[in-house]
């Protein structure tokens, strides 16, 4: 099976929504799903930095993911304020989880972009020095390939129990 573009968003929702059973144990489906139905419901997220995950550095900061364990990331130290209260209320994590990355130029184009949402916020920013920036063309070309191989093997898994079921 040669998949030259990705799907488009409806389509690809399509798959993931009429094959829901076949697809939950292939590996990353979920990641394909939850990535694809977030950008759609208008939360561009390629990550669950300050939203799904956090951090906490070895003095107590919290941090919107690991690869944030930056001074300038720090949402406040659970040691002096309770960590609920820090995930609520810090202007830090809020700001990172407002995050929209309709805006990075390189990715405007991009057939894959309704599923990958622009690659890890944390990279982004270790390169470009801006967390809406571009993770550059390496990690661009590397997460388009992991893309393209996990939607093919949705794509034949899908093909499988279609076949499956003609019989």
Request: net charge negative.
């Amino acid at each position: 099976m040669i998949l030259i573009s990705a799907p488009t968003a409806e389509q690809l929702e399509l798959l993931l929504d009429t094959n829901y059973d076949v697809l939950k144990s292939e590996c990353g489906y979920e990641e394909l799903y939850n990535n694809s139905k977030i950008g759609w419901v208008g939360r561009k997220r390629s990550c669950g930095a300050a939203i799904s995950e956090f951090a906490v550095g070895s003095d107590g900061t919290v941090y919107p993911c690991r690869i944030l364990m930056e001074s300038e990331f720090a949402g406040g130290n659970m040691l002096e304020e309770d960590l609920k209260n820090i995930w609520i209320s810090s202007s830090v994590l809020e700001s990172v989880r407002k995050l929209t990355y309709d805006s990075i130029e390189e990715c405007k184009n991009c057939d894959f972009f309704n599923i990958c949402i622009g690659g890890c916020r944390g990279s982004a920013f270790k390169i470009s020095g801006d967390l809406r920036g571009w993770i550059g063309p390496e990690l661009c070309h590397e997460k388009m390939q992991y893309l393209r191989h996990k939607l093919v093997i949705a794509m034949r898994a899908v093909q499988e129990k279609g076949m499956e079921n003609a019989k």
